[in-house]
């Protein structure tokens, strides 16, 4: 009889264990599903290309239309290597596969620079989150005049990042494609790298996808290890 409830009592406490674990990878499993789904939002960035044009959330791109070499996008009147405080006429071009329709919106963009100033057409384009971005009255075109004057240190370096989307006018995201452009010019005098910077903070959307998603694996597992 000592010998059956010996047997008994470990086939419970076996079960018991056997519970127990399924409860903590059930646990791990939900809390890393969480926190997935977490990150992926995380990482996403929230911009809509919309007619009345895209702040600082577009300094990544466009999420909700697709990115497509089939659009090209360029900065026109831009010189090699700039003299100190100059003003150069330049054009922001799109072109791409995307039919146009003459009467409904044919593109739109945001473009940022880190050295001298930016002016546009005010009535096509608006200054927004540190860049410039069309209005809705300029985005019945894909191409856009604006004047940019050099930093007064011509030993210095210029990045311009521009996000141009070609739309065809439908009213929905479908059918529309972006791209971008990047370029660094120097100054006369300037003989540092002339390599783009890295993204805001260093890591591409990937990157950061899959950082987020393995810190929250190891998050998850230490929470269920600690309720065990």
């Not at 929230?46 to 577009?58: F, K, L, T």
């Not at 521009?162 to 009213?171: R, S």
Request: proline share 3%; aromatic share 8%.
């Amino acid at each position: 009889m000592h010998h059956l409830s010996d047997n008994t009592e470990d086939t419970g406490g076996k079960h018991q264990g056997e519970r127990r674990t399924g409860k903590i990878m059930g646990d791990l499993l939900r809390s890393i599903g969480l926190f997935v789904m977490l990150a992926i939002l995380l990482t996403l960035p929230s911009v809509s290309s919309v007619p009345s044009g895209v702040g600082d959330e577009g300094n990544e791109g466009c999420l909700c239309h697709s990115r497509a070499d089939s659009t090209d996008v360029s900065l026109v009147g831009l010189p090699s290597e700039y003299g100190a405080n100059i003003t150069y006429n330049v054009q922001l071009q799109i072109s791409s596969s995307v039919e146009v329709d003459g009467e409904n919106s044919q593109g739109g963009f945001r473009i940022t620079v880190s050295n001298g100033s930016m002016m546009f057409n005010q009535s096509e384009a608006q200054y927004l989150d540190n860049g410039w971005t069309h209005k809705e009255n300029g985005t019945y075109q894909r191409m856009w005049d604006f004047t940019w004057t050099s930093p007064a240190d011509n030993a210095s370096r210029s990045e311009f990042t521009v996000y141009g989307n070609a739309v065809n006018g439908n009213g929905q995201q479908t059918g529309d494609a972006w791209n971008e452009y990047s370029l660094v010019l120097p100054g006369t005098e300037y003989e540092g790298d002339l390599s783009l910077s890295p993204s805001i903070d260093g890591l591409d959307p990937l990157d950061k996808l899959l950082l987020l998603v393995g810190l929250c694996a190891l998050v998850g597992l230490l929470w269920s290890a600690g309720r065990s």
